[in-house]
């Protein structure tokens, strides 16, 4: 079946600018997550949505940071004013069950790799 | 403070040769520990995952990871490596404790495989 997509793939900006990044989780599941991959960082978790429930940001290194997910399902990550460190593959992730699955695997999108310049 | 350590950042290994890449959690509560595999520009394929019972996990690709409580150690194995195995792989932990982020994913740094032929 069809996993998480990501879009763009790729997304050139200049320091600054508004970015939008968007995921598509796997049909029916419910929870998703952003993560973040950089070079000095690592792999850092953002945010989480759960359902309606309201979402969990405790991960967002700033206020330009923003996400949300419409109708349960697509999810858009705003960075506003971005700047040179915000350069990194924004991964966006998606698990089947809610609040019972802790242990349900995350499945992966391809990511988007913003470079800000 | 969770966290998840992979001690080496590079492994290499002759095709055919067993192959372990290794990772040590500090996680509260009974953690779930997961092994994931990223190809050059690709977003994070999931292996295997322990979640409990035996603490020896199969999982795809041939890989099987062993859990150890008592050293907190989750490494990855492979009783014969392939040159198709080279990639990135990743150890990651949930946090088991009640309350806490539901499955928010823990990451270490990352282990390089290379198998040479």
């Known amino acids: 079946g069809a996993g998480v997509s ?11 600018k508004d970015v939008e990044l968007r995921c598509d989780p796997i049909s029916g599941h419910t929870a998703l997550y952003w993560y973040r991959q950089s070079l000095g960082q690592g792999l850092e978790f953002l945010i989480y949505f759960q359902g309606n429930s309201a979402p969990d940001k405790s991960g967002l290194p700033s206020d330009r940071f923003s996400a949300e997910r419409t109708g349960g399902s697509v999810s858009t990550l705003t960075i506003q004013r971005t700047q040179q460190e915000d350069s990194a593959v924004y991964l966006c992730a998606s698990r089947l069950k809610g609040l019972a699955g802790r242990t349900d695997t995350q499945y992966f999108g391809p990511g988007t790799r913003l470079t800000v310049l | 403070a969770q966290s998840v350590a992979q001690p080496e950042d590079q492994v290499n290994v002759a095709e055919g040769n067993p192959l372990t890449v290794k990772c040590t959690y500090s996680v509260s509560g009974n953690p779930y520990l997961f092994w994931y595999v990223q190809y050059p520009n690709r977003g994070l394929q999931f292996l295997l995952k322990y979640i409990t019972g035996d603490n ?61 032929p």
């Open chain 2, 56 to 116: 020896l996990v199969k999982g795809s690709y041939g890989f099987e990871a062993e859990f150890n409580k008592s050293q907190t150690s989750f490494h990855l194995k492979k009783p014969s490596a392939l040159v198709s195995d080279s990639a990135l792989y990743f150890c990651a932990a949930t946090d088991g404790r009640r309350g806490s982020t539901l499955g928010r994913l823990y990451f270490g740094r990352g282990t390089q495989l290379t198998v040479w």
């Open chain 1, 6 to 16: 990501q879009s763009p793939s790729n997304k050139v900006t200049e320091k600054g």
